[in-house]
Structure formats: structure tokens, C-alpha cells
Nanobody
Framework: QVQLVESGGGLVQAGGSLRLSCTASGSAVSSSRMDWWRQAPGNQREWVAFINSGGNTNYADSVKGRFTISRDNAKNTLYLQMNSLKPEDTAVYYC?????????WGQGTQVTVSS
């Protein structure tokens, strides 16, 4: 059974930083593509960033240069370092993995950026 648990969300002022974590069980973060997604109220869920098994990363244009995705294989944990946060980054953030031909999602963590 694959489980993903996000943490690290909270309330931060514009310009501030947060680091989100996604701890996996039942699947190795090093061997699967891992993504961060987010969903703001009234909006569709949107892709934010990914890291694949080779360590390659990519980002949505809206976060490029401000967010960094990384992983700690020993802790089996995925991270999203978010800097220079903007009010429009306010959303519930989810991690996702694809393994055994199935997508798995975490429960999400709320990020609120005040202006």
C-alpha cells in the first residue's frame, strides 16, 4: 500500500518562504517520478513541479526560479522549497507519485500567503 503524507504548510506573509515535505511509504521516492500539484479555491488542480528517478526536474512557469523540488532518499521524503511567496501561491499542495501503473496522492497541506 502506497501512502503519501504532506506537511509543512501554514500561513506566511508575501515574500516569505516555506518548505513542504511529502513522506512516502510503500514506494521509494528515488525510483518513481514524484510531482507537486496545487489547488486554489474554485480552481482546477494545477501541476507545480516534478522530479524523476534520474533527478531531472521541471517547473511550471508560475513558480520557476522561486520553488525548488528535491528529495532525500534516505528519509524517503520529497520536498518543495518555496521562496518569494506570493498571495497567488495560496492553495492546498499535494504530492503525487506514479508507481505500479497507478497514481497515488497525498491528503494535501494548506499554504496561505497573506499580502
Amino acid at each position: 500500500q502506497v501512502q503519501l503524507v504532506e506537511s509543512g504548510g501554514g500561513l506566511v506573509q508575501a515574500g516569505g518562504s516555506l518548505r513542504l515535505s511529502c513522506t512516502a511509504s510503500g514506494s521509494a521516492v528515488s525510483s518513481s517520478r514524484m510531482d507537486w500539484w496545487r489547488q486554489a479555491p474554485g480552481n482546477q488542480r494545477e501541476w507545480v513541479a516534478f522530479i524523476n528517478s534520474g533527478g531531472n526536474t521541471n517547473y511550471a512557469d508560475s513558480v520557476k526560479g522561486r520553488f525548488t523540488i528535491s528529495r532525500d532518499n534516505a528519509k524517503n521524503t520529497l520536498y518543495l522549497q518555496m521562496n518569494s511567496l506570493k498571495p497567488e501561491d495560496t492553495a492546498v499542495y499535494y504530492c503525487r507519485t506514479y508507481t505500479l501503473a497507478t497514481y497515488y496522492w497525498g491528503q494535501g497541506t494548506q499554504v496561505t500567503v497573506s499580502s
